[in-house]
């Protein structure tokens, strides 16, 4: 047969082929190709059915003669030509499926006899890559083809829809349109193809991982963490009900905050070996499962290509974009001036604190000031935060009467000073603007100071949790972002004729609010509700403390450069939504919602807000602008202002993302919205997650489009911004999420008796097995297969000025970060290794932490060298007894690292009782093997 290409003949014959394998590899090919080709026929077929389009060739083929009817069709002759049409759809779908039967069987003989005619293996692997390259060539060549055709028989059994209505940009289709790249005078950015390639995937895009030692040990590490969970939980079961109803302050905080962890863990008790020996099943099927998946690469070579010349490119800054999904590159000079720029240009929010020293009794500045005079200052200040916070939690504690697990839990040790970090707001640019033409200075940014790992982290996380009930006492608060849609559909026309829907965004909310007096605010409102919210056992006075320690202390760090936020609460901090909030309500209050101007307002029907979007009913604009304006009256300092947008007559106006339109006859019309600016990025249809995951995606967008239309027009449009979106994710045939499935009825699993277990996604087979094989041995774990690295977790950093060095700053003076092969002294978290090499063979000792590392291998250290001082060290006692006298020579290497507690401590027992390590005593062995399931 003919090929479509001879591409691959003129390949392999380069490659070495004899012109006497010519005819064999030529039959091969075209069955290979004839395969594809049905297999793409089939999926069209398929479609059509599922959407009852009839393809042209067999409508043609059903002709049924008008003068046996006297030249009309009844109902019946109609119906009983769409019975015949569809019997030959069927028919073909069936032919379909046994030629592509035929063909395998066909294809798998061809094979054969090609592997018992070359004598060359090497050239016989060559023609099987040929033809499956091949193969895909063809595949996606009949795919379009066929593509083409199905949109044209939807577009003339269903029509066009009307373009015109559709407010929402048309989602980009080139990569390149879908990564913005700030390349601006002066900074230029310039980014290959492959690269391109990659980016326009989206931040959320996984990429499939390495089966390695890694990946199995951190299996090992989550199965045994399970096991001890699992463990204390049984334990906990068996308590009596009295002693379970009367519930300590640390039990309610450690379940109303898991992540709130003490450095040190208990030994799991002892429940008995079937727990054990059903984790180890477990733990022997999911390795040897994942070691022979059949998991691929999810990259194409130009992704493969594109992702290690990102890495390699240390001078680009990859950042998110601030509300449009794609990823914002430039280079790292620019990001940095841009962010200086913004600080410099709001002194009145931010202020750069210069480092001084003490001379003559008080504080002088530093003239010349180096790195590590940089470095003395912010270390100083994260000390004083870190006592500050500690000597206050340990004082209310006592006062309170509060067990003392409370306060170990909310005890800070080891932390960083939060560091900001800028997003680029690309959806303030025009749609008709080149953001290639725009200066620097003329980019809008939207600062997030990130305060994970801070002082007061652990602080604001307990505030967080008393405060946010208070959310539900606010009457405007909507509790999701549809909740509007409810309440205005619960109005009557006639309640609405004359009115219109407008929306105001107050600016810069977070930074503009006075934070002395948002705590009052708070304070004002949990006293009135303290009895109806979970308080701790704390008092209104302990809440007011906490908050101030936490908002007061704005301290944050850039560049290696201290600064203060002198102004507002910080975006990042978990504590300053809910302050915001409530602070935004109690200028409401003042105003909106006294009865002089409530009783004769529009605003009576309906006023929302979510954070910082509100919404309301008015006349005109003019009152719109009006009672905006009298929220912001009563803000003392006069910083909350709003950004008004009123709709013109017969026009949408966009709120969080739906459009809203109040007809003059009372009616409200609402749809989905996506803004002008937005790329369109989703989860991609490659990328490494279950394709369940994937289908509630997609699921979710048309539950949301349906949820939010208020007619079939307004569906029409939903919908079809819908199918863009998940068309440019690579989702092959939308609509078909779309349709409601038959509910199968299950049986009801109390999830909540269930221990999470995190395993590595590798395919869809494997992880039907591992459920399978765990549901069969009657495992207590709820499994959640997690999917590899996304790009932001690769590309992306909240400190990508401040990145963790060593401990001294200044490497070369360091005592510690010489010996470590794989790290810096200040790393935290971690479980090492010491070698000593005084010793001919290598001894050595393993061992974690969870302070930095530079601390614990100098107490290390410090026991080689005075081996008296610290009997219970083994490295000391090791020296003392085989290196009297002899100064220590080691080196360090880091084995893994884990920010939890129970994953390190798991981490560290495997190690150990798979390595032995020499130095490990024998009663250390007998201990850590407690901690994992045998």
Not at 17 to 41: C, I
Not at 234 to 258: F, G, V, W, Y
């Amino acid at each position: 047969m003919r090929l479509l290409s001879i591409a691959p003949i003129k390949h392999l014959i380069r490659y070495g082929m004899t012109h006497a394998n010519l005819e064999p590899v030529r039959s091969y090919l075209g069955l290979y190709e004839k395969l594809k080709y049905h297999e793409q026929r089939l999926n069209f077929l398929k479609k059509c059915k599922q959407h009852n389009i009839l393809p042209n060739f067999i409508v043609n083929g059903v002709k049924l003669n008008h003068h046996l009817f006297y030249g009309q069709e009844s109902v019946h002759i109609i119906n009983l030509r769409k019975s015949i049409m569809m019997r030959s759809l069927n028919f073909h779908i069936r032919h379909c499926h046994n030629t592509i039967r035929a063909l395998k069987y066909n294809l798998y003989h061809a094979k054969q006899h090609l592997h018992r005619h070359i004598s060359n293996q090497f050239m016989f692997l060559e023609i099987m890559s040929t033809a499956a390259d091949y193969g895909n060539y063809v595949k996606q060549h009949h795919k379009e083809k066929l593509h083409k055709k199905y949109s044209w028989l939807i577009k003339k059994h269903h029509g066009d829809d009307n373009e015109a209505d559709i407010t929402t940009v048309v989602p980009a289709k080139t990569p390149s349109e879908l990564v913005t790249a700030l390349n601006i005078e002066n900074y230029p950015v310039e980014l290959d193809n492959n690269e391109i390639d990659i980016l326009s995937q989206g931040p959320g895009f996984a990429i499939a991982p390495k089966i390695n030692d890694k990946l199995l040990h951190d299996v090992e590490v989550n199965i045994a963490q399970a096991t001890y969970n699992i463990k204390w939980k049984q334990h906990m079961d068996r308590i009596t009900p009295a002693a379970a109803h009367d519930e300590t302050a640390s039990s309610q905080l450690r379940k109303a905050c898991p992540k709130l962890q003490t450095p040190f863990i208990a030994t799991p008790p002892t429940c008995g070996v079937d727990i054990d020996v059903k984790m180890n099943k477990l733990s022997t099927f999911v390795i040897s499962t994942i070691k022979s998946s059949g998991m691929k690469t999810n990259l194409t070579k130009s992704q493969q290509t594109g992702i290690q010349s990102l890495l390699k490119r240390k001078e680009l800054h990859i950042a998110v974009s601030d509300k449009c999904g794609d990823f914002v590159v430039s280079t790292s000079q620019a990001y940095k001036d841009l962010t200086i720029e913004h600080l410099k240009n709001n002194k009145e929010v931010y202020r750069w604190l210069e480092p001084t020293r003490r001379a003559e009794g008080k504080r002088v500045e530093v003239k010349v000031p180096t790195k590590i005079t940089f470095k003395n200052q912010i270390s100083n200040k994260r000390d004083l935060i870190e006592q500050q916070c500690n000597n206050l939690i340990q004082e209310i504690v006592n006062t309170r009467g509060l067990d003392k697990k409370f306060g170990k839990l909310l005890m800070s040790h080891n932390t960083t000073l939060p560091t900001i970090y800028t997003l680029v707001k690309t959806h303030k640019v025009p749609v008709d603007v080149d953001i290639a033409t725009m200066k620097l200075e003329e980019l809008k940014v939207r600062p997030i100071v990130s305060c994970s790992g801070s002082p007061t982290e652990r602080l604001a996380s307990l505030a967080t949790l008393i405060i946010t009930p208070l959310l539900n006492f606010i009457p405007c608060h909507l509790k999701n972002i549809h909740h509007h849609l409810q309440l205005l559909r619960e109005l009557k026309p006639t309640d609405l004729r004359g009115l219109s829907f407008y929306t105001a965004d107050v600016c810069a909310l977070f930074t503009n609010v006075n934070v002395e007096r948002s705590i009052e605010y708070v304070i004002e409102l949990a006293t009135a509700h303290w009895h109806d919210i979970t308080t701790f056992g704390l008092k209104p006075v302990d809440l007011h403390r906490i908050m101030e320690v936490v908002l007061r202390n704005s301290y944050f760090t850039f560049n290696g450069r201290l600064y203060q936020q002198i102004y507002g609460a910080f975006i990042g901090c978990s504590v300053s939504p809910p302050c915001a909030i409530i602070t935004v309500y109690m200028l409401e209050r003042n105003s909106i919602y006294t009865d002089p101007f409530y009783i004769n307002s529009p605003l009576r029907k309906l006023y929302v807000r979510y954070v910082d979007d509100s919404g309301g009913l008015a006349r005109n604009e003019q009152e719109a602008i009006t009672n905006c304006r009298i929220i912001s009256d009563k803000d003392e300092d006069g910083r909350i202002k709003w950004e008004v947008e009123y709709p013109k007559k017969g026009e949408y106006v966009a709120f969080l993302d739906t459009e809203v339109k109040v007809g003059t006859d009372g009616n409200i019309s609402t749809r989905y919205y996506r803004k002008p600016q937005n790329k369109g990025i989703t989860l991609s249809y490659q990328s490494h997650h279950e394709h369940p995951t994937k289908c509630a995606v997609a699921k979710n967008y048309y539950r949301t489009a349906t949820e939010v239309s208020s007619g079939p027009a307004e569906l029409q449009h939903s919908v079809k911004i819908v199918d863009g979106v998940l068309r440019q994710n690579g989702y092959p045939n939308p609509r078909a999420f779309q349709e409601k499935e038959k509910k199968k009825k299950r049986k009801k699993q109390h999830t909540a008796a269930l221990t999470t277990l995190c395993l590595p996604y590798t395919t869809d087979y494997d992880s039907n097995q591992i459920r399978n094989y765990a549901r069969s041995i009657k495992v207590p774990v709820k499994l959640v297969f997690t999917p590899g690295k996304t790009l932001k977790q690769m590309l992306c950093s909240s400190r990508p000025l401040d990145k963790p060095g060593c401990l001294m700053s200044n490497p070369d003076r360091c005592e510690i970060c010489p010996l470590i092969e794989n790290g810096v002294c200040s790393r935290q978290g971690t479980v090492y290794q010491i070698t000593c090499i005084v010793c001919d063979m290598e001894v050595r000792y393993q061992g974690e932490t969870d302070r930095p590392l530079h601390h614990r291998i100098k107490e290390h250290l410090r026991a080689a060298r005075n081996p008296p001082a610290y009997p219970n060290n083994s490295l000391g006692q090791h020296y003392a007894k085989q290196h009297p006298n002899v100064p220590p020579k080691v080196k360090i290497k880091i084995l893994d690292s884990k920010r939890s507690t129970v994953k390190r401590k798991m981490s560290e027992a495997i190690c150990i009782h798979k390595q032995k390590p020499q130095l490990n005593d024998k009663s250390e062995l007998d201990s850590i093997v407690r901690y994992i399931a045998q």
